[in-house]
């Protein structure tokens, strides 16, 4: 192959593997992030899993109440171990019989005692090897204990699932709440990029003026010195949002080595942000919290019945049949088998009424439970509400601060190029500037955060 062609294949691998990377990076908005959590969040899984368990323990216990059937064979030698009975007959004589009018083991049994009838010497019996096959089928027929325990099994899976649909709403928490830190980390990292290159410019002209003997070195170091802040600012600001990006990735369930991207925009998650959520009230049936706790106190009054049922009787039948493959001449068991079993309990110490104590304390401490929740969602209804509304007054506060601070910069900075002001007022300046961007920041986050803890509370997230 000649030059052209070999390049020409490195050409086209290498555009290649361009493309691959290129569309290697997925780009997710927030509402496809936390749908691509909900299904792929390992926790979230895990929590699904519990779901499955949960199902399958209910299976087991309504196994019990239905027919078991169970087989087994046995085979018993006993090496032709003789006994001798002593002295037959006596000289009795047996009545004449009709063999002809019983079966082949009914003849072999009647010949056996007509020889030991004889009279003759000692009788010598051999035993024989047995085999038996049985099958056995079995029935519960009555235990309150069993369908109070199928209720609870029952309720055990529900309360599974409310714990997924809680670990969903924690899930997408994780996940708006760390798009949210990405969003407004990358807003701080474009702030600083800029101040960093107005003050590269104010450097350099600090530097052209202090040639010219028109400024001080002190205020060329002042600079300086700025500008070594902004840069260990804006490293300190890249190291967070590459952090931020790995936590996003594993409440995504992806892999590190995953390219993603972020495609809203913090002017449009701050638009929906100022959307009036404190017109609205809570319902406790849709707080996932509130739910889980009602079905705790459900589950402990069936542990209660549960142990109650420990008083009664349980009553169950069976039938089996044995398949006699060997036996002996003097074998006069039935093959068929059936019966009823009631098993009623009477005394046990004490310790029945020991668990249904301990059962009804479980129950009292539940329902004490889900009162104190009750009054504590309540109470946080009402403190959310109140950092919802600072939050906004404090966010609409910040942000004319940062216009007014930008004002008085730029001001300063076109005074400091005439020579009207020094190098300290122009620095303490751009001081007040990022000090103002930085509670714009803050504020940011303090009303997305707000935000985000009152939908999650309404169970709206």
Do not use: C
């Not at 500037?433 to 509370?457: G, T, V």
């Amino acid at each position: 192959m000649n030059k052209i062609g070999i390049y020409g294949i490195v050409i086209f691998l290498s555009l290649s593997t361009l493309s691959i990377a290129q569309t290697d990076t997925v780009t997710f908005n927030l509402s496809k992030a936390q749908e691509y959590a909900l299904e792929h969040n390992k926790e979230l899984l895990n929590a699904r899993e519990d779901i499955a368990i949960s199902e399958a323990e209910y299976k087991e216990t309504r196994s019990q109440g239905l027919p078991q059937v169970s087989g087994s064979m046995d085979y018993t030698t006993n090496f032709n171990y003789e006994f001798e009975l002593g002295v037959r007959g006596g000289g009795v004589s047996m009545p004449d019989i009709n063999f002809g009018l019983l079966d082949q083991g009914d003849q072999e049994v009647l010949s056996a005692i007509q020889q030991m009838m004889e009279p003759s010497g000692p009788s010598t019996i051999v035993m024989e090897d047995q085999m038996n096959a049985q099958v056995r089928v079995s029935q519960l027929i009555f235990s309150g204990q069993y369908w109070i325990g199928l209720e609870t099994a029952r309720i055990a899976e529900e309360l599974a699932r409310k714990q997924v649909k809680k670990t969903k709403l924690d899930v997408k928490q994780q996940v708006t709440n760390t798009y949210y830190l990405i969003l407004i980390s990358e807003r701080s990292l474009d702030i600083l990029q800029k101040n960093l290159s107005n003050l590269k410019e104010v450097l350099e002209h600090t530097r052209n003026m202090y040639q010219m003997g028109m400024v001080e070195q002190t205020d060329v170091d002042q600079i300086r010195m700025d500008v070594s802040k902004l840069k260990n600012s804006l490293e300190s600001t890249r190291r967070n949002i590459r952090m931020n990006y790995k936590m996003l990735k594993i409440q995504l369930g992806l892999d590190q080595t995953q390219a993603i991207a972020l495609q809203d925009s913090l002017s449009s998650v701050l638009s929906k942000a100022e959307g009036d959520l404190l017109g609205e009230e809570l319902q406790l049936d849709n707080n996932p919290s509130f739910q889980m706790v009602r079905s705790r106190e459900h589950l402990q009054k069936k542990q209660v019945d549960l142990q109650k049922w420990a008083y009664a009787p349980t009553i169950s039948g069976y039938y089996s049949y044995t398949e006699k493959i060997m036996t002996t001449a003097f074998d006069l068991s039935p093959k068929h088998a059936a019966g009823i079993t009631l098993s009623l309990p009477i005394y046990t110490g004490g310790s029945r009424q020991a668990k249904i104590s301990k059962a009804q304390i479980e129950l009292d401490k539940t329902q004490r439970q889900k009162a104190l929740l009750k009054d504590k969602l309540k109470l946080q209804e009402n403190q959310l509400k109140t950092d919802l509304k600072s939050a906004l007054e404090n966010y609409q506060t910040q942000k004319e601060n940062v216009e007014v601070a930008e004002n008085v910069y730029d001001n300063i900075y076109d005074k400091y190029k005439q020579g009207a002001v020094s190098s300290m007022d122009l620095t303490q300046a751009n001081s007040n500037y990022l000090e103002a961007k930085s509670n714009y920041i803050s504020s940011i986050i303090d009303l997305l955060q707000a935000k985000l803890a009152l939908e999650k509370l309404y169970g709206t997230l």
